[in-house]
Structure formats: C-alpha cells, structure tokens
C-alpha cells in the first residue's frame, strides 16, 4: 500500500498560550473553617520509655590502680542481709527488694570510694566483703574515711569490735569515757546518799558491796578519801582493787548494748537454728537498721535476751573476783597487823555475786538497751548530729541520770534479796 508523500516540508505553526489570573481568595480565617476547632483525633497513646544512662565511674577491684566503670549490677550477689522492702522491684517481692537494696548500697558505697581516689582493696577485709554484698551504704564507707583520719581511731579500727561500734556511732569513746567518768567520780556519792536515804544502813567503808552499790559499780575517789581519812592511803589497795573492777563493769555495760554495724559473714548452713537465730540478733534490740537490712521482733526480744545473759556473765564474775580480793586483802591486813582494825565482817561471795549478776541482766540490761537504742541513736542523734559537743553533753546528762537511777535500784533490789 502506497502513501502520498508530503506536499511540503514547512515548519508547523507556532502555538500561543495566554495565561489567565487566578480569581482572588478570600483569607482564611478559623471562623469561616467549616469544621469546630476541636477535632476528634483518636491518637494512639505513647509510652516514653527512661533513657538509659552511662554508669557512673566505681571503684572495683581493678589491676593497675585505675577506676574501672561497671555497666551493670550483673554481677551482684542476691543477698542483701534481710531487706525490709525498701526499694522498687517490678515484681513487689521480698527478694526483688532485698536485691534492689543491695546494689543500691553497693553502687553508693563504690561511688563515695571513687569520690575519695580508693579502691576498694584499701578497706578492711570484712568492710570491703560488706561493700561487695551490698550490705553497708556509702555513708558508713565516709565515716570509716573520716575516722582514719585519726591515728587513734585508725589504731582502734583493727579490731573488729572497735570497728563495728564506731561505725554505728563516732562518740562511741567519748561515751565509754563518760560513764566510766561517771563511775569513778559520782556513783558512789549518789549511792552513799541513796544508802542513807533508802536503807537507813551504814555503808561499810571497805565492803565490796560499795562496788556493787552503782549500777556499773563505780567508785568515787573523792568520796572514798572523804570516808576513809587518815585511813585512805593505808587502805590504798582496796580503793585501787575496786576503782578496777568498777571501771571493767562500767566498760561492759557500753560495750554490749552498743549500737554496731555487722561485718560478720553468714554463718555457715549446718550451724542449728538457735545458733543462726542469735546470731542475726542486732547487738541493741532498739538500733535502727541500715538501709537493706531489717530486723524481726523476734529478733530484736532475741538481742535482750542474748545480752543479758552474757551482763549475767560479767556482773557474777566480777562481782566474784571484786570480793574475793577484798575479802582476801583484808583477812592479809588482820594477820599481818593486830592493829588493824576492820568493822567489816566478811561478805557472802556466792550469794552477792548471783544476786547482782541477775541485777545487771535485767536492770541494767533493759536500761541501756533503751539509753543506747532509743534515747541517743533515735532521739539525740537525729537533733544534734551536726553539734557533736551539744549531743555529748546530752549523753552526759542522761548518762549520769541513769547511774543514779541505778542506784537506787540496786539498794531496793539488795534489800529484798537479802544481801545488804
């Protein structure tokens, strides 16, 4: 099939276009929208998540004396020393709070290390084992900086007693120093009053009921010359074989009621029940409890019973040596000298013994487990703690009030038992 070639090979014509103006709108205005201003927009809601954060330096157990950064708690122990519930766990139980306290108290406690450019091989044996199960938070690892500072106190930190006192309580000396103050130089003037008020009996002058008379057992010097006279340095060695026992007895009665910080690792999991169960007793039955650490009734009845038994211990033994030594230098003295004369029959050994024994287990007991662990540490301390020497004074006080309290005691006590 056959098409006809083009006429001709002319360009096409050019095409014009004409471009209109557009019709003016009018501004829109959000009166003229032709929808209300609140629109119903079904919005999914959104869940914003916490950021995750870098971790903070801490002091590990590194080689080479660097901080190492540790980016989790994956390494903690579970155990926390019997969380009471303080923290946060997603699943609310007792071991998920008890686990959240326990790396809360580590990661502190490695963080205040840090601060002060130690590693944590620095601290004690028992403190640093303390510091990796999370058991101790920061503020007891600066208060055993603070206390280093002091040759004294760093001489006094080896011992683990020592240690555990002064963590719980930086005046612990200062309050051993006071009630032995109090009992060398006031307990005796208090109970010579108290004998004369309350008994109506003469206070024989070298009888070793005058160590038994105080509630820990002072003696005033003062008030010994005062009796004694001409006869006070004649009969030195009964003053100085009581003013000895008094202080040991005024000792151990701040020392076992003591507030302490345990350091002690567990027991071991075939020790008996009994064991384990006064083993985890606080050493006060009212202290406050660290944070991560709680303590059932139980337990804290448990605490006084434990410390009486072992004030049972102290006051019967000293009370044994404390007579028996007086009575045996004052039988030395009548057999070496006719001229010496003595108005003081011998003391029944056994019986004063046991009897102020059982004082001291449940007078003195009661009374400064309360004094230690309610008065001080939850009355004083939370007032004071930042005027040492204002809350040393209240100490003082209360501390001399309950000596002549005890006192008192002691002389209604003796009475009906039979042994004044």
């Known amino acids: 099939m056959a098409f006809p070639a083009p006429t001709s090979l002319s360009s096409p014509a050019p095409i014009h276009l004409r471009l209109q103006p557009l019709p003016s709108i009018p501004p829109l205005h959000?009166?003229?929208?032709?929808?209300?201003?609140?629109?119903?927009?079904?919005l999914p809601s959104l869940r914003l998540t916490r950021p995750h954060l870098p971790p903070l330096p801490l002091a590990s157990s590194v080689s080479g004396g660097g901080i190492a950064e540790t980016g989790g708690d994956d390494s903690l122990p579970p155990s926390g020393g019997g969380g009471d519930g303080g923290g946060e766990g997603?699943?609310?139980?007792?071991?998920?709070?008890?686990?959240?306290?326990?790396?809360?108290n580590r990661r502190e406690a490695l963080f205040v290390l840090a601060q002060l450019g130690r590693k944590l091989e620095s601290l004690p044996a028992d403190?640093?084992?303390?510091?990796?199960?999370?058991?101790?938070?920061?503020?007891?690892?600066?208060?055993?900086?603070?206390?280093?500072?002091?040759?004294?106190?760093?001489?006094?930190?080896?011992?683990?007693?020592?240690?555990?006192?002064?963590?719980?309580?930086?005046?612990?000396?200062?309050?051993?120093a006071i009630e032995c103050g109090v009992g060398i130089f006031t307990k005796m003037r208090f109970g010579s009053m108290g004998c004369l008020l309350w008994s109506g009996l003469r206070c024989q002058p070298i009888s070793w009921l005058r160590f038994v008379l105080g509630l820990g057992a002072g003696i005033d010097t003062a008030a010994e010359y005062e009796k004694r006279r001409d006869k006070f340095f004649k009969e030195l060695d009964f003053v100085i074989a009581d003013v000895v026992m008094a202080i040991v007895a005024d000792f151990m009665l701040v020392w076992l009621p003591a507030p302490t910080v345990s350091l002690q690792p567990p027991l071991a999991v075939n020790s008996g029940a009994i064991a384990k169960f006064f083993y985890n007793c606080p050493d006060n039955a009212f202290q406050v409890a660290l944070a991560g650490t709680s303590y059932s009734f139980l337990q804290r009845v448990g605490a006084i019973l434990r410390n009486g038994a072992k004030l049972f211990a102290v006051g019967t033994s000293a009370s044994l040596i404390g007579t028996g030594v007086t009575n045996a230098l004052m039988k030395a003295?009548?057999?070496?000298?006719?001229?010496?004369?003595?108005?003081v029959e011998d003391i029944p050994i056994l019986s004063t013994s046991v009897a102020y024994g059982v004082y001291m287990a449940i007078s003195s007991n009661l009374r400064y487990q309360v004094l230690a662990g309610v008065i001080e540490q939850r009355m004083l301390e939370p007032l004071l703690h930042r005027h040492k020497l204002a809350l040393s004074a209240m100490s003082f006080a209360v501390r001399t009030g309950n000596t002549f309290l005890g006192s008192l005691l002691w002389i209604d006590y003796a009475r009906f038992v039979g042994v004044q």
């Open 30 to 42: 959000p009166i003229l929208l032709p929808f209300t201003l609140s629109l119903p927009l079904h």
């Open 90 to 104: 997603e699943g609310g139980s007792a071991d998920g709070d008890e686990g959240d306290d326990a790396s809360n």
């Open 127 to 176: 403190l640093a084992a303390a510091v990796e199960a999370g058991r101790v938070p920061g503020e007891i690892v600066r208060r055993f900086a603070d206390l280093e500072a002091s040759p004294v106190f760093r001489w006094l930190l080896q011992f683990g007693g020592f240690k555990e006192r002064l963590l719980a309580d930086d005046l612990f000396l200062t309050k051993v």
């Open 333 to 343: 003295r009548q057999a070496a000298s006719k001229d010496f004369d003595s108005e």
